[in-house]
């Protein structure tokens, strides 16, 4: 079993590093693909030609081996041409404000 499998990082995603961090911690370092399109969360809509950076947001998973799991996710970010503002990418998997990111939970709690 590979290790994206084992945490099973959505499709369209990759893990660029695994740390541990200290003795109790894991943290995973996911990435979209290049070729992933970034959904603008101020409009919905997919813009590829406003690209601006990315930012990386930490969320915590479920444990994995006695160890804590932290999962720093890399966010696109966005000048949305509808309004000119700058927009973080929307990833469906990882919702605002969550610690525990959507479909990660879900596996283990039926």
């Not at 006695?66 to 720093?72: A, F, Q």
């Amino acid at each position: 079993m590979t290790i994206r499998k084992f945490f099973r990082v959505p499709q369209g995603y990759k893990i660029t590093r695994v740390e541990e961090t200290v003795e109790d911690e894991i943290t995973i370092n996911i990435e979209p693909y290049k070729r992933q399109k970034g959904i603008c969360s101020g409009c919905r809509q997919i813009h590829q030609d406003t690209y601006r950076g990315t930012r990386i947001i930490k969320a915590r998973d479920l444990p994995a081996c006695g160890k804590k799991v932290y999962l720093n996710v890399t966010k696109r970010r966005y000048l949305c041409p509808k309004d000119g503002k700058l927009y973080i990418e929307e990833i469906d998997w990882l919702k605002k404000k969550e610690d525990i990111p959507e479909g990660f939970l879900k596996r283990y709690i039926a």
